[in-house]
Structure formats: C-alpha cells, structure tokens
C-alpha cells in the first residue's frame, strides 16, 4: 500500500480484492488493507461484496461488474455498494427499482479495451437517460487500462486520451470521481491517475510486469506458501516415484514427500523440476503432483521430516517466475490457491 501512495499520492485508493483477494483469502487481506488505509473495495459479483459487508470495515464497496440483474441493485442500493454500469441493460433495471432511492454509480467508458463499457458516441445518451433520477449520483467515469503490464507500449496514452476527452464532454455530469489505473497504471503510467486508483495484484506485493517479480520493482510478496515434509524415501538407482511411474532415479536419490498438491491449487504442471525451497535450501520438485502430495529432491539437501518447505512466495521462488514457468500470469497462479489451505496472517 505504501508503494501505492508513493506513486500515487493525491489519489483515491480502490483495492480489488475480487477473487478472494486474488487467492490470498479477502477475510485475511482485505482488514490489513482498511488499516494501511485504502479507501475503498472493489470485487467483482455481489456474492464477493456480501463477504465484505458482512467483514463490517467501513468502506465502500464497488460492484466492478456493476448488478447482473434487477434484484442485485436492490440489495446493492440498501447496503450502499457503488455500481459500476456499462451496458443499457443495467439502465433498465436500475430504473425498476425506486428512483427516489439513492445509489451511487459509475459509468464505464469503453476506451479501447473493448470488454465493458459504453462506447464513447454512446454516453451523451446514457446521461441523458440518468438526469431523469436525479438521486441517483454518478460518482465519475471509470475505464480499463488493456496493455500497462507493457508501459512502453502506446496503447495505454492512447485509451488514456479517450478517457479525457470523455471527461471533458461529460465530467460535469459527475462527481469529478473518475478512475482508470490498475497496478501497472500506478507504477508506470501515472497521466492514468485519475481521482481514483483501482490497484489489485501490486497490493499483494505481486509484479504487474512480465520478467521482473514484486521484489525487484520494491514490492513485498505477502504470501508465502508453505508445508512440510511429511515422509522421505530413499530410491535406488531405476526405481520409479509417484502416479505414472513417470519418474525414474537416474542413481540413488532421497525424496521428500510435501503435503500440497494440486487440491490445494499447487499445479499438476510444477511437476517437473519447478524450484522449491525446503529447510532454507533451494531444490526441485520431482515426478508428478498429486492431490495432496508432491515430491522434492533432498539428495543434496539437509532435512528430515517435519522440515518446513516454501512452495512459492517470500522465502521460496517467486510466484512470478513459476507463472512463467508455467507459460501464465501471476493473476492466474495466485487465484488458483485453494481455501483448504489454511491461511494464517503474520506480521
Ligand atoms: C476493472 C478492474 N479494475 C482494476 C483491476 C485491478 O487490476 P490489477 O490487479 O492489474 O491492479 C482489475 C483486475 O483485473 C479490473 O478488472
């Protein structure tokens, strides 16, 4: 959060902590958050934005996918969420519902990305259509950056001038609230700083950039992963390890067998010689992962039963680089962690 208000001073902090703040556990993270300070959530579905009302944190919430269906703006107007709107359908329900009732909303504007949004020759209309609610408040304009994880690219100055041009057509119309930076947006492109910033995966100390991790543009990784070994076996030369009989000792070899596996959200595609971390000591995964278990390699490496063992995060590889290794993006990798894996907060 820290390296938020750094390069973003004067702005307004949004964290998306949609998908269970990116499979770190939106219970664990998103009260650290509140006490760093962020000033607001964003999430993705009402069901994610119930789990932070229900967290009791005082701050808005942001629907970013705006309500799905009539009902949804009901309950979102009773607890007061920010409704993110992009398309005409959403107009038609939030009309259903009583137009003296106050709810706060955002319009997206289709700057290029060409995922959500109202194009920009569609807003005239769209704000046209809103001053016959005048309780209703639309806070500002909201975009989405599609190519700040590459910051030299021009993409981004391009949507980023659609985006002012829309503001300066129809920001009267508005709180001033506007908002279009993602992480990379905040840490490379700041003429993307609007009112708001809507940071996600930097917030978990995870890098937005592809070749760098977190750690090497000044972020903290806040995860680290990590179990223990729960049994060792001693292979001769030729003996075959793990489902498939997919691995063979080449010569004498001491496996540790770890507790998480591809149930836990560890990739069956780590299998393979993906770096580990056990007892302080860098190694690698052999044969295949299964549900539950996965193997390392502790011929050159000290440690009994009961050693502790990163999988990935501080103390072990960086969750960046196995997300290359994989041929993905840190998003997906982290998003894949499962809730079995029991998360603890350290400070
Ligand atoms: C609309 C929107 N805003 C903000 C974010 C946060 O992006 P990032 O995690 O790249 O910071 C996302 C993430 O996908 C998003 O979809």
Partial sequence: MAVVRQHAPHAQVMAAVKANAYGHDVALCAPVLAETGVDAFAVASLEEAETLHDLRLERPVCLLGGPFDAEEVAVAAARGYLLVIHEQRQLL?????????PLRLFIKVDTGM?????????????????????????????????RSDTPEDPFSRQQAGVFVAAIAHFGHCTAGQHTLANSGGVLALPFTHQHWVRPGLMLYGL????????????????????SEVVAIRELAPGDWLGYGAAWQAPAYCRVGVV??????????HLGSGAPVTVAGQATRTLARVSMDMLFVDLTTVS??????????????????????RLDTISYELSCRMQMRVPRQLVS
């Fill in 93 to 101: 329900w939030l009309a259903t519902h009583a137009a003296d009732a």
């Fill in 114 to 146: 060409h995922r959500l949004g109202f194009a920009p020759d569609q807003l005239s209309a769209v704000f046209a259509g809103l001053q016959s609610h005048p309780c209703w408040q639309v806070l500002g304009l909201m975009s989405h950056l599609a």
């Fill in 207 to 226: 890098s937005p950039f592809a070749g760098h991790s977190g750690t090497e543009i000044g972020l903290q990784p806040v995860l680290s992963w990590r």
């Fill in 259 to 268: 507790a998480a596996g591809y149930g836990d959200g560890y990739p069956r």
């Fill in 303 to 324: 440690a009994e039963i009961g050693a502790s063992v990163v999988l990935m995060g501080a103390g072990g590889p960086a969750l960046e680089s196995l997300a290359t």
